[in-house]
Structures are given as C-alpha cells and as structure tokens.
C-alpha cells in the first residue's frame, strides 16, 4: 500500500519559517519525481517544487528564493524548507509521487501564514 504522509504544517506569522516533510512508503522512492503541490481555497492545485532522484529542481516562480526541496533518498523522505512566509502561501500542502503515468497524492498539511 502506497502512502505519502505530510507533516509540519500550522501557523506561522509573516516572514516566518517553516519545513514539510513528506514520508513515502509502499514505492520505490528512487524511481519517482517526488513533488510539492498546494491548494488554497477557491483556486486550483499548482506545482510549488519537484526533485527527481537525481536532484534536478524547479520551482513556481512565486516560491523562487523563498522555498527550498529537497529529498532524503535514505529515508524516503522530501522536504520543502519555506523562508519568509507570505499570506498568499496560505494552502494545504501536497506531497505528490510521479513515476511516468503513475502517480500518488498524500492527503495534505494545512499552512496558514497569517498575524
């Protein structure tokens, strides 16, 4: 059984800090693009960071600088290290796993940026 579990998520204040992780069990972790999406409320799921096994990186460009993923291949485990946190981050967090065709969704953490 595959699963994808999100922690770390909560309030935070403006300009604050915070890191996700996301522990994958059930695949084959270093077979798969492991990725950050989120969702706020009203608006769609959007791509905030991806890493393949390898380490190539992209990010959405309103996290560029401010958000840093990163993958422990060992733990099976995927980070999103966020610096400088702003109200429009306000979303629940995805963890996704892609591998071609095949993919997988965590059920989400819930950041609120807010004072």
């Known amino acids: 059984q595959v699963q994808l579990v999100e922690s770390g998520g909560g309030l935070v204040q403006p300009g604050g800090s915070l890191r996700l992780s996301c522990a994958a069990s059930?695949?084959?972790?270093?077979?798969?693009?492991m990725g950050w999406y989120r969702q706020a409320p009203g608006n769609q799921r959007e791509l905030v960071a991806g890493i393949t096994y390898g380490g190539s990186i992209n990010y959405a460009d309103s996290v560029k600088g401010r958000f840093t993923i990163s993958r422990d291949n060992a733990k099976n485990t995927v980070y999103l290290q966020m610096h400088n946190l702003k109200p429009e981050d306000t979303a629940v967090y995805y963890c996704?796993?892609?591998?071609?065709?095949?993919?997988?969704w965590g059920k989400g953490t819930l950041l609120t940026v807010s004072s």
């Open positions: 059930g695949i084959i972790f270093s077979r798969f693009v």
């Open positions: 996704h796993a892609r591998n071609g065709a095949i993919y997988y």
